[in-house]
């Protein structure tokens, strides 16, 4: 069965460039995917494990530089405790304190109070950093109820100068309470340190306090002071004095509620973008419980473009890899088309050899592909086998029969046709006299004039018999005015053999007799399996060759052709030619006679039938001249 006409098809470019398309975005685009996806999540990896490793060392740092303050407030309370200081003795315990603040510079001072909240020692040497005048007045020093068993972290107070957080703990000798001890670390010292951790990595660090009324900056590298400029004082507590986020002036900080925390972290950090002037910060905090009841948030944050040259160069791979899947992609493309071209062009071809267009055919050139380059070959000595065998088939005739049946199989059929005979005047006189080469180079040119006007008429081409030419209208094309086409050829090969006349006056100037009859034909395929000819029979054909003979009996000798018609012809087109009758003659095979007329021109056209005979009049006076 053959494949539905017109039905929708995929071309051989876009079937190619598709599947060559998707097998390399298949296979490089999984392959990129799955090492760009690694490759950020390493990359990732890495820089969260680096803010980790950046955090943990701030909390260690953090450690190291206040758990001092514990270890003094511990070493106080074994030796009052093993009765090796004496709180009477003021000399000795400041200098004991003085010793072991030696070892801790970062502690601000320490006092020490008796059972009746009378400071015994407070450490006080003007001009130098470490220490600071922990006093209180009103009576308010540490008691047996207020002052924590052990050691530990109270709340943070501030001072006129400076806010402090403070290690609190209860002295005890044989079980019997004796007074208190308290020492200090100032913020100003502390965020010295979160300074010098920062700048270590490249990262500004700090540390949050909760307060009752939202938090607050406990240390930041902007609350450092120049300790060489101040100068303890004794001063009252009072409230804490720590500055809101909002008010503190640091605008990443201010923004640090606002952040957006859609970044993954971990169960110890959390992870958070702040956007500050276009540019996203990226902040790591941590919650720490260890230094009072309140807990502490320390962090770090950074500008992501400071950490962008990681995933600047990432992308960067990343965007190499997708050019180069995308240029595969494209060479994939024009691959398809370097194949499919050749093909797509024989497809084209192959359609105008089925439409017998043997002219135009457009055949590609070799192709570097070998099964490509045969194919092409084989066309090639294909394609000149069919241009050799149509000089010898009707090729208009085969055109129209496969445009309306689409194969050779056509039925014979009875349809009422027109037929024309024309046959060359002294042809076999000429032909004696003429070498045979020169005789059918004339009848060559003869016949390409005669078949060229039957064919612009749409007539059909039976057979070459001899000199004459046998032609017919109607099959297997039906236009309703078959017989006035075959008229206006019979006019035009009359006018191309006048033209060729003047054009060459050298060669022999033939003159044609031509007949044209219509009537009912057998018309189809007709003769053996191994022989057919698509060709009309029936007693018009015999009618229309008798006709043909009767034109040398009114040849008048002159005219480039002698065009006589049947009574039939007149009938069909008697409103648009002109015709002269001849008479009826009796033909072989016919009992009735038949009525001839002779064609002169197209009706309404005198003038013109004028001017045509008057050249022929005047040749044939030129010959009586002579």
Request: with cysteine; net charge negative; hydrophobic share 40%.
């Amino acid at each position: 069965m053959r494949a539905r006409r017109g039905s929708a098809r995929i071309t051989l470019t876009v079937l190619l460039s598709t599947a060559i398309g998707v097998l390399i975005f298949l296979s490089v685009g999984t392959v990129l995917a799955i090492t760009a996806g690694a490759n950020f999540r390493n990359t990732f990896e890495l820089m969260r494990g680096s803010g980790e490793l950046t955090m943990g060392n701030l909390e260690t740092s953090l450690s190291d530089y206040i758990e001092p303050a514990r270890d003094l407030a511990e070493h106080i309370v074994q030796l009052v405790a093993d009765g090796l200081i004496d709180l009477k003795d003021k000399q000795q315990v400041e200098t004991m304190l003085l010793a072991a603040l030696g070892a801790a510079p970062q502690i601000s001072g320490a006092v020490i109070w008796d059972r009746e909240r009378r400071p015994v020692a407070v450490l006080e040497e003007d001009g130098v950093p470490r220490t600071f005048r922990f006093d209180t007045v009103d009576n308010q020093g540490l008691t047996a109820e207020t002052a924590p068993r052990a050691p530990r972290w109270s709340e943070p107070i501030s001072l006129e100068n400076g806010t402090f957080i403070i290690m609190e703990t209860a002295l005890y000798r044989d079980g019997e309470y004796v007074g208190a001890f308290a020492t200090g670390i100032d913020t100003a010292h502390l965020s010295s340190l979160v300074q010098r951790i920062g700048n270590e990595l490249g990262m500004t660090a700090f540390i949050l306090y909760e307060a009752a009324d939202g938090e607050r900056v406990l240390a930041h590298p902007d609350m450092q002071v120049d300790d060489t400029d101040w100068v303890p004082a004794p001063m009252p507590l009072r409230d804490l004095q720590l500055e809101t986020l909002a008010a503190f002036g640091d605008p990443i900080l201010a923004a640090y509620p606002e952040r957006d925390s859609g970044l993954p972290g971990s169960a110890s950090y959390d992870y958070g973008i702040v956007e500050r002037n276009g540019e996203d910060y990226l902040i790591l905090t941590r919650e720490i419980s260890d230094y009072g009841p309140t807990p502490w948030r320390i962090g770090i944050y950074t500008n992501t473009e400071d950490i962008g040259d990681q995933f600047r160069r990432l992308i960067g791979s990343t965007a190499v890899g997708l050019g180069i899947m995308v240029l595969a992609i494209l060479l994939g493309f024009l691959l398809a088309r370097y194949l499919a071209r050749p093909i797509i062009q024989l497809s084209k071809a192959e359609a105008q050899v089925g439409a017998l267009d043997l002219d135009n055919i457009e055949i590609p050139k070799a192709s570097a592909i070998r099964e490509i380059n045969d194919q092409i070959t084989a066309f090639h000595r294909m394609l000149d086998g069919l241009r050799t065998f149509e000089t010898y088939v009707p090729k208009a005739l085969v055109k129209r029969i496969i445009s309306q049946s689409g194969s050779g199989a056509i039925e014979s059929t009875e349809s009422n046709l027109t037929l024309m005979f024309t046959d060359i005047i002294g042809y076999s006189k000429m032909a004696e006299r003429r070498p045979p080469g020169d005789v059918a180079r004339l009848l060559n040119e003869h016949f390409t004039v005669v078949d060229r006007c039957i064919e612009t008429e749409g007539g059909t081409i039976d057979k070459y018999i001899g000199d004459s030419v046998m032609a017919f209208w109607g099959a297997p094309d039906t236009p309703g005015d078959h017989a006035a086409r075959a008229c206006r050829a019979a006019l035009m090969i009359k006018q191309r053999l006048r033209d060729a006349k003047k054009t060459k006056p050298d060669d022999p100037q033939l003159r044609i007799k031509i007949a044209i009859h219509c009537g009912p034909l057998i018309v189809g395929n007709i003769g053996a399996p191994g022989r057919i000819n698509y060709t009309v029979v029936g007693d018009t054909v015999n009618t229309c060759q008798r006709m043909e003979k009767l034109c040398g009996e009114i040849d008048d000798g002159i005219s480039a052709a002698t065009i006589v018609v049947s009574e039939e012809i007149t009938r069909e087109v008697e409103d648009r030619f002109c015709f002269t009758p001849v008479g009826s003659f009796h033909v072989k095979g016919k009992t009735r006679p038949v009525n001839v007329f002779k064609l002169e021109g197209e009706a309404g056209d005198a003038a013109t039938k004028r001017r045509q005979l008057l050249p022929e009049i005047q040749d044939k006076a030129a010959d009586q001249a002579l």
